[in-house]
């Protein structure tokens, strides 16, 4: 190996390594949202758990309106079921604020991280020469007799990069 080869070599190492970290990172943030959507999904079971009991309660309290409806108006009737239905109602209606509001702050946390990401992964740029688009160009120039340092310059590339394209196509 000679040492023409070493910086081509360290940058592709370097982003390798940087890609499997971003890999990483998002399997550790996918354990965590899946670990935070099964709280959620419980405490969900928990309420309709809770909806059952308090729907059954309700036609109990129905069922015993019925029984008392003779001893009873019209408007103390809707008043009791009113009140019956609102103190049914209320857990639940503070459960629901509750997981929306963990739903909100989940998914603000998921666009966050993924502009992160999106942000990291930009930032990450491959050489041009690997990409083929200025090799025929740095041979063509070369050939004409243009000087490494000239070819490098004029194409924006490393001077190592030029050598590089020229050893592959065994013309230096």
């Not at 971003?22 to 354990?31: G, H």
């Not at 079971?45 to 059954?56: C, G, Q």
């Not at 009873?72 to 008043?79: A, C, G, H, L, W």
């Not at 666009?111 to 050489?127: F, H, M, W, Y």
Request: proline share 2%; net charge negative.
């Amino acid at each position: 190996m000679s040492l023409d080869n070493f910086p081509i070599e360290y940058l592709i190492v370097a982003m390798s390594a940087i890609i499997l970290y971003l890999i990483y990172y998002v399997f550790t943030k996918d354990s965590e949202y899946h670990k935070n959507i099964h709280s959620v999904a419980s405490v969900v079971e928990d309420l309709n758990r809770e909806l059952y009991y308090l729907k059954k309660k309700l036609q109990e309290t129905q069922n015993g309106l019925k029984h008392s409806s003779s001893h009873m108006s019209d408007e103390e009737i809707y008043q009791e079921i009113e009140r019956s239905v609102y103190d049914m109602v209320q857990p639940l209606s503070v459960g629901l604020k509750r997981m929306q509001e963990t739903v909100q702050t989940l998914d603000s946390q998921i666009d966050a991280r993924i502009n992160s990401l999106e942000t990291g992964v930009k930032q990450i740029s491959i050489p041009s020469s690997i990409h083929g688009n200025d090799d025929e160009k740095i041979i063509s120039l070369f050939k004409q007799g243009v000087s490494l340092e000239t070819i490098s310059k004029e194409l924006h590339i490393s001077k190592p990069e030029v050598e590089f394209v020229l050893k592959i196509n065994k013309i230096k």
